[in-house]
């Protein structure tokens, strides 16, 4: 049974840093694109960012030079580093992975096989 758990959400101020983990189980993916979305209260799930087993990486423009995606193939973790956060940034973020191989950073949900149970994410201003 395949398992994507988050860790690392918390309540930080404005300003502040998080890092978020996502653990997979269950099945390796070491050749599969794995992302992050994220949910704000009363808003559609959205997609924040990407990596791809060759180390490509792709980024929502909100987020873009604020997070980095990274990845350590052999713990088939990914994690997401949140700097300078925002009130805005408040959500519940979830981990995804393709079950394909391949490369594409897919933005659509659709392409995502696996999802993790989100964690949340509060920035008090």
């Known amino acids: 049974q395949v398992q994507l758990v988050e860790s690392g959400g918390g309540l930080v101020q404005a300003g502040g840093s998080l890092r978020l983990s996502c653990a997979a189980s269950g099945r390796t993916f070491s050749r599969n694109v794995m992302a992050w979305f994220r949910q704000a209260p009363g808003k559609e799930r959205e997609f924040v960012s990407a990596?791809?087993?060759?180390?490509?990486?792709y980024y929502a423009d909100s987020v873009k030079g604020r997070f980095t995606i990274s990845r350590d193939k052999a713990k088939n973790t990914v994690y997401l580093q949140m700097n300078s956060l925002k009130p805005e940034d408040t959500a519940v973020y979830y981990c995804?992975?393709?079950?394909?191989?391949?490369?594409?950073?897919?933005?659509?949900?659709?392409?995502?096989?696996?999802w993790g149970q989100g964690i949340q994410v509060t920035v008090s201003s």
């Open positions: 990596i791809s087993w060759i180390g490509n990486t």
């Open positions: 995804a992975a393709d079950k394909s191989s391949g490369v594409r950073l897919a933005v659509m949900e659709r392409y995502y096989d696996y």
